[in-house]
């Protein structure tokens, strides 16, 4: 799959079978994350990888909207220092989410991110050091509906490049 | 290009050729951009595509290692709201600048990264409305090294996945 078809075609998967991630897909997904690019190469980001159904139900319940990661394959969460203190962190942490994602997507693996909004529950359930927060995680997993990831986008969701696009200056 | 090649093979550009980007590249590259995926489908990016040589020498004099803007054939400033409020609307922006800048790698067009330090000098120069940040800038254009795209990545620069990922908790 070329990039920018993947990019076209990248929808939102929120309901997972529950076919497992084979170990060398998983392992092509986490790397595509590790080589993204990062401010001064500075890589600010750890991955923790969940697989045990308590504790993705645990980590489902610390965002508003994470329903999706108790019935992933695999959660992964992003985890790095205070972003307060420097917001390429988190600007890094999103780069290298969407290189996972593009690649899960290239391997008929479907994803949808989860912010993380109790970061006290999800640092104990991570055990995380001092230093750490786990800011958002994403789901991994074969689509409930193998459809899903060839569905077409639907009309009106994202604004027009004339919205987005301005020319020299505003 | 396929997408984990696209991401293996992407290198930092720095120095580019005179030869423009053409309308129909350009197009693609900024649409890949505003096709990525965003909390709640926010969508809060606003690209700021500059060619303008005078513009671009001034936007690289915003940040302490920006200089390579001034030699871009394009350079596209990241615009939104104030990070401070919400942190995804960095992540989300760190999502679009990868979707672009894969796209322009898939398309022979280097890219790299530069952190807007003097937000407000950039403010001014932009002519943004009072409640928008630029934060970054991308700097797109054809590298002046042909086989500067191809360039092996140098050793020890990733850290390595064990590193990087943790299994089920830290």
Known sequence: MNVYDAIRTKRAIRHFAERPIPQETLLKILNAGRLAGSSKNFQPWHFVVIRDKT???????????AGHLAGA??????????????????????RAAQNMMLTAHELGVGSVMANIYDM???????????????????????????????????????????????????
């Open 55 to 65: 504790r993705l139900q645990t980590l489902s319940e610390c965002g508003q909207w």
């Open 73 to 94: 394959a695999v959660g992964v969460a992003l985890v790095t220092g205070d972003w307060r203190e420097r917001w390429p962190v988190v600007f890094d942490l999103g």
């Open 120 to 170: 006290a529950r999800a640092h104990a359930l991570l055990q995380l050091p001092e230093d750490k927060m786990c800011y958002a995680a994403i789901s991994f997993g074969y689509p409930a509906d193998p459809a899903a990831l060839q569905r077409p986008p639907r009309k009106g969701r994202k604004r027009a490049l004339a919205e987005v696009v301005h020319w020299e200056t505003w």
